[in-house]
């Protein structure tokens, strides 16, 4: 992993925020930015990925206490996260979120509904169609969104998700699909066929 000071300004978890949104970032990213910076010989993505490897772990055991047993994690950083994780908890996260039919999709992205450059959404569902992953992919142009498969399923695969929902907007308005469309569904199909998560 490439410390936070290798990485082009535009490729760093602040900086890539203000252009795309969080939901661009990975769990790592965003947790870099709660925490703000590393320590001496410790990078803050070193840190933010072991606090996330921790969380997947066993999520039930995020307190104050067990996050200042990880290395370069004090009193501010262990605070900082407890209280964001907190306050996701109270205001944002919802006991189950299903999909069952398409319109269950339409509140997940109804943010990009009036955008005037093409975004391309990726909503990763587990085996049950719960949703555990929701993110914006790219953020393209007036007309077309280039999306590569990698890109996709990155953060897919490690959430171990079984189906995929893609889903892009047009700015133009037009609801037919463009050949460019149809051809990066196919590839995206097909490369979802090899990993074994469907695209749906």
């Known amino acids: 992993m490439k410390r936070i000071k290798e990485l082009p300004d535009f490729d760093r978890p602040r900086e890539k925020l203000a252009k795309k949104g969080p939901r661009a970032l990975s769990d ?3 947790l870099a930015i709660i925490i703000g910076r590393g320590v001496p010989g410790r990078d803050v993505l070193q840190i933010a990925t072991e606090i996330s490897k921790s969380l997947k772990k066993d999520f ?3 307190n104050y206490e067990n996050l200042q047993q990880i290395e370069g994690v004090g009193s501010a950083k262990a605070c900082q996260i407890v209280a964001g994780f907190e306050l996701a908890r109270r205001y ?3 006991e189950e979120n299903k999909i069952t039919s ?11 509904i009036n955008k005037k450059q093409e975004y391309f959404v990726c909503i990763s569902l587990n085996g049950a169609g719960e949703v555990v992953g929701n993110r914006i992919i790219t953020v393209g142009l007036v007309n077309h969104s280039l999306v590569h498969p990698r890109e996709v399923f990155a953060d897919v695969i490690t959430e171990r998700a079984a189906s995929v929902i893609l889903v892009h907007n047009h700015p133009s308005g037009t609801l037919e699909p463009s050949k460019q469309d149809i051809l990066m569904t196919k590839q995206l199909v097909e490369a979802g066929a090899i ?6």
């Open 60 to 62: 039930s055991q995020l």
């Open 92 to 94: 944002l996260i919802k």
């Open 102 to 112: 398409p319109t269950d999709v339409l509140p997940l992205v109804s943010d990009i």
């Open 195 to 200: 990993l074994g998560i469907k695209p749906l």
């Open 28 to 30: 790592v990213e965003l």
